[in-house]
């Protein structure tokens, strides 16, 4: 029989996590979107173990994450001008391009596609983590496949206890949401992913750009943004949506409400309740969404019933995760 696995070790030290990186380990992180679960881009062996530890399919390609600008020639070819003008503006930050990949980066990295996603994060222990590393390095959000992304060391380990080296403590994550993902492979700028940059402010910077739309039929590597499965983020409580200004009721004494703004008269009716915001702040209720999904999940309801947010900023990215995890 084998051994059961060792549990994960929690890190305080910068350096260690560095080192653990350097010598092949897994070791999650935190960023100022969500905690990735991190490996040396450059090392294979590494990078399968993170498909593992994930049980993610080997159709979803990983984001590379580096310290700062100086570094992306070591995993990108080129940065193609609009690129340019985003990473002048919003690196570091929640922003991933994906940009024609080296040779040096791993197929399994990429799954096998032309281009590789790059992020210079903007946490002040990733970058320093990074530097330290002196590696570019693989990271995936650090939660099970399809399920909801991690902004806690504990939300980490609940899901990959025993299956990853460390994690390294860096606090709840600032924005809440993924980086949002542009692909510059293509003749114009595409979205591949909302997130944690809204569209508003790209658009500011490099004028209109679609957003990619995710095959339903195409659950697999035909897809532009292979990761976007129209089920994700879910937890494992089905998740009802409902319209902005409806009044919402529970219709058995087991259901549970995601809502925000200031409360309504129905609320109390609700004895499972999370309120994201007090006001309609999209950006806290960005930061509590993860773990206010998980927190009702916890409570093994009937079903959650969850209020959509207003179609602009951030509250577009928070529809787009709450319509996957209701798939
Ligand atoms: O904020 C984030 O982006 C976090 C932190 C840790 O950086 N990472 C993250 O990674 O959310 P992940 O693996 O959970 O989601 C990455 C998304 C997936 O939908 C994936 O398909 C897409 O980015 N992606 C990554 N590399 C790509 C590539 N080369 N081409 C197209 N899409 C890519
Ligand atoms: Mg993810």
Redesign the pocket.
């Known amino acids: 029989m084998l051994p059961p696995p060792l549990p994960t070790r929690i890190l305080d030290n910068i350096e260690d996590a560095a080192a653990r990186l350097k010598q092949g380990e897994l070791v999650a992180f935190p960023t100022e979107t ?1 905690y990735g679960l991190g490996a040396n881009a450059l090392d294979p062996l590494a990078v399968a173990r993170v498909f593992e530890a994930k049980q993610r399919p080997s159709f979803d390609p990983l984001i590379v994450h580096v310290a700062d600008l100086q570094c992306i020639s070591e995993v990108a070819r080129e940065l193609p001008d609009p690129g340019q003008k985003l990473a002048d503006k919003f690196w570091p930050g929640p922003m991933t391009l994906v940009l024609p990949r080296t040779h040096k980066i791993p197929d399994l990295v990429t799954s096998g596609l032309p281009g590789v996603g790059v992020r210079i994060p903007q946490h002040p222990i990733a970058r320093k983590l990074l530097a330290t590393a002196a590696i570019p390095v693989a990271a ?2 650090a ?1 099970p ?1 399809g399920g909801v ?1 991690p902004t806690t060391v504990q939300h980490v380990a609940d899901g990959l206890n025993g299956s990853i080296d460390a994690i390294l403590d860096g606090g709840p994550c600032t924005i809440g949401l ?1 980086s949002t993902v542009i692909s510059l492979m293509y003749d114009d700028p595409v979205v591949l992913r909302l997130g944690g940059l809204s569209i508003e402010e790209i658009e500011q910077v490099i004028g209109p750009v679609p957003i990619a739309q995710s095959n339903p039929e195409r659950e697999d590597a035909a897809q532009a943004a292979p ?1 976007m499965l129209s089920r ?2 879910a937890p494992k409580t089905p998740i009802v949506l409902h319209e902005v200004h409806s009044q919402i009721e529970p219709s058995s004494a087991q259901d549970a409400l995601l809502t925000w703004g200031a409360p309504a008269e129905d609320d109390e009716q609700f004895e499972i309740l999370v309120r994201l915001s007090g006001t309609d702040d999209l950006a806290e209720c960005a930061a509590n969404f993860f773990a206010g999904l998980r927190s009702l999940d916890a409570h093994d309801p009937r079903v959650i019933i969850a209020r959509r947010f207003p179609d602009h900023g951030l509250g577009r990215a928070l529809n787009d995760r709450l319509n996957r995890a209701a798939n």
């Open positions: 969500v995936p959000s939660n496949f992304s993924e990761g994700h983020y």
